[in-house]
């Protein structure tokens, strides 16, 4: 069921004279009437931008015919052919079993949107410390599992997930070994655990849970081991064949997962060593193999971005430690994303909530680009010839 932005535009028309919850209230007024009238109104996160479409042909193609049928409650969006919950660094403090009153908050909320699939950016438990025992590791798994994993699995919703440097990291030693390979082995046992079964469509889990890949009505996703800013050569050989592979051809969409993203988007995820290295040479590889998104974790802060031909969810933070963009001046809070995807179309829909007031994050308020220090990101539905100059002179520049 393709949604476009005309269809959108009627549906806000249609929120704002339904008096519906003060959040849709609030932000249907947000949205104003002083947008050009032929510049649409891109509700919320609702955005076409997808690879096809970027940057030539722009986001204003093809109007459908179809209606807006679909739900006009805001915080319970129209439902695409696939769903996904979009969730990311969900810890708190180091060695910490407990979790912060929006992770259980949103793992409560998440049923009632259906989801196809829950998909988590990484920074399930609080490691990467070393003076954490493996039963501190094996209790925070266990944590995780009463807050995070069982009323998943309780609700029948399946979890795809990448590790992240807090979970099991890969960051080695000077002399090649792994600094946290305590935390590496208990994770892989928490996950290969078949009483934590994430209830996947498994493609290939030879390497489960470092790096995996799964299907999902017609999307196929790939979790790399993302947890430090190198990706092996043995591992990117895999990636290569996994794309490479019948089931990621046949797929109408492919999700690559990690936790570290491929440009740093916030402060203090801007040093080298919070990405990842050889960014474009990732991204060219994921193009190549026409991947539509890059989810990553790891920067505490939500940035739907696309550079290239590649779209770049920044996934928001439910736990500890929002963290600001580097660019404007926008307070930095916690968010999760609805992911609606449209088959046929090969597009994405999203709807951004605020997890601690449910508000719904309007993506015209972000900024239009960041700089970042491994180049420019823009927002997924501006193209550079939207920018002013001004816009486009801007350079990367530390900040905190
Ligand atoms: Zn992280």
Redesign the pocket.
């Known amino acids: 069921m393709p949604f476009n932005r005309r269809q959108f535009l009627l549906l806000g028309g249609a929120l704002g004279g339904l008096g519906l919850s003060v959040a849709a209230q609030k932000w249907a007024a947000s949205q104003g009437s002083s947008l050009p009238a032929d510049r649409p109104l891109d509700l919320n996160e609702y955005s076409q931008s997808s690879p096809e479409s970027s940057p030539e042909s722009n986001l204003e193609s093809s109007p459908t015919a179809s209606s807006p049928t679909a739900s006009t409650d805001p915080l319970n969006p129209p439902r695409g052919d696939v769903r996904i919950v979009v969730i990311s660094?969900l810890n708190s403090q180091y060695g910490s079993t407990d979790y912060e009153i929006e992770v259980d908050n949103a793992i409560a909320r998440i049923p009632t949107w259906q989801p196809d699939l829950v998909l988590c950016g990484?920074?399930m438990v609080a490691g990467?410390q070393p003076s954490l025992t493996r039963s501190e590791i094996e209790a925070m798994w266990a944590a995780f599992d009463q807050h995070v994993s069982a009323p998943l699995r309780k609700a029948n919703i399946p979890y795809g997930f990448t590790l992240?440097?807090?979970d099991a990291s890969s960051a080695q030693a000077i002399n090649g070994g792994l600094l946290f390979g305590t935390e590496r082995e208990l994770a892989s046992a928490y996950w290969n655990d078949p009483l934590h079964d994430p209830g996947l469509q498994f493609v290939d889990r030879a390497k489960f849970p470092f790096y995996y890949t799964f299907q999902k009505k017609d999307v196929f996703f790939l979790s790399w081991d993302a947890?430090s800013a190198q990706i092996s050569a043995e591992q990117l050989a895999w990636v290569e064949q996994s794309l490479s592979s019948p089931a990621a051809k046949a797929a109408k969409l492919r999700i690559v997962v990690g936790?570290?993203p491929l440009y740093g988007i916030a402060i203090g995820r801007d040093d080298a060593g919070e990405y990842l290295e050889n960014a474009e040479g990732l991204r060219s590889l994921l193009e190549r193999h026409q991947v539509h998104t890059y989810v990553s974790?790891?920067?505490?802060a939500y940035y739907p971005g696309h550079k290239g031909d590649l779209e770049l969810l920044h996934c928001g933070i439910l736990g500890a430690g929002v963290r600001p963009l580097l660019n404007g001046d926008l307070s930095p809070r916690k968010t999760l994303t609805i992911v609606d995807v449209d088959l046929a179309a090969a597009r994405t829909l999203y709807t951004t909530l605020d997890a601690t007031t449910l508000e719904l994050v309007n993506q015209q308020e972000l900024p239009k680009l960041i700089a970042s220090p491994g180049g420019k990101v823009l927002r997924r539905d501006v193209v550079w010839e939207d920018l002013t100059p001004a816009e486009q002179a801007i350079e990367y520049a530390p900040r905190g």
Do not use: I
């Not at 974790?297 to 505490?300: A, I, K, L, T, V």
């Open positions: 660094d990484g920074d990467q992240g440097n807090h947890s936790h570290l974790g790891h920067d505490h």
